[in-house]
């Protein structure tokens, strides 16, 4: 093929097998229905948050939470915000979340024209920035808490990123999806913020339906099941889980009980019973008094409920037992992240783009996805020229370019 060919044909011939499409990927997203590209003028919330107080929750307290959240007449969020605040605190969770986080933002996210190339220019600058980052955590997150209102302060011409946060997620507790609306402080609903109406809208990303409490109202009751099944199983270990040592003393000799209890001090601070009768030493095995396999099944079975929920599945989060169940359990977890990124691709593309665009931003017919491209080594790269150079010929300047 001669040098004078069109090398785009040739990109897009690469990409087929250099890169390997998301599948999560969007179609163009619709223009706002704006008569002008800019924002005439814009206002930012700014509110005292609403203090969460720690607690020890239990499963009444959950549910006497989630129903004043879904009261049809006033339904108030911030008991089960509470709950929520004790339950992420929860190791196995956290790490389920962590590792969603992470399958989502290490692949990274650029902005492309129809033909499949990163459109050069501020848009797609943009996405290299760490404030995107923490747009695309606050989105994922979205699925957890049920919603997040999120403010784009990197939009202001006043922005530095030096003194103000380029992402920022309006205080949950202030939020009230169900009535459109942002308290400014603490029951001031005679102030409170219309923030789906301009000049706020022109700034913020609304995630998550109105009535929708999240992924961990799910999981409430299996973490809250565990915490306390834990803390019996401490008390369990605490009672049985050392031997107890027992001395019999002759009660008619006197002074015989207090040397049997200075014994029993003097070796330690396992629990030890000084009985009357001949002076024996036994040591009595506990092991079997209890069984405390139960409590290691209950806290097993509650991480995996909480992983199911989370990932569709539990053996990339716990240990497996045959290469068979582990693939497809592998590909239960590759499905639930693929549905996360298209979450993520659908609200950047239909949200965060026609706000770009009516502050100015060139964003015409670009869409957001993720780049799946692989990275090959030159080893792989030179096994695929020559698979190539069966079926067709290779232009020089593209080999040495790639």
Known sequence: MSMQKDRSGWNSFKRLFVVEKAETGMLSAAKPATETQEVKAGKKIQVDKITLLRSAPDIGRWRSALMVAESKTRPDRRMLYQVYNEIVIDAHLESVMSRIRLKCTNNPIRFYNV??????????????TIWFMDLVTLIIESKWWGHSLIQCNFLDKTFSPDTTQGIELIHRPNVRPEYGDVLPTQGDEKNAIPYRKPPYSNYLIEVGKPLDLGLLNVVAPNVLYKRYGVKDWAEFLEVYGMPIREIQYDPNIPGQRQEAESILEDQGSNAGIATPMGSTFNLHDTAKAGNSQA?????????????????????????GSSLSQAEVHQEAEKEAIMGYRLFVEMVLNFKLK???????????????RYDDRRQLNKAQLADLVVKLATVTDIPMWWISET
């Open 115 to 128: 033909d499949g190339e990163e459109m050069e220019g501020d848009v797609n600058d943009m996405t290299k």
């Open 295 to 319: 409590f290691d099944l209950n806290a097993k079975f509650h991480n995996g409920e909480i992983s199911k929920a989370f990932l569709l599945q539990t053996m990339t989060t716990e240990n």
């Open 354 to 368: 026609p706000i770009l665009e009516r502050h100015g931003y060139q964003v015409g017919d670009g869409t957001f």
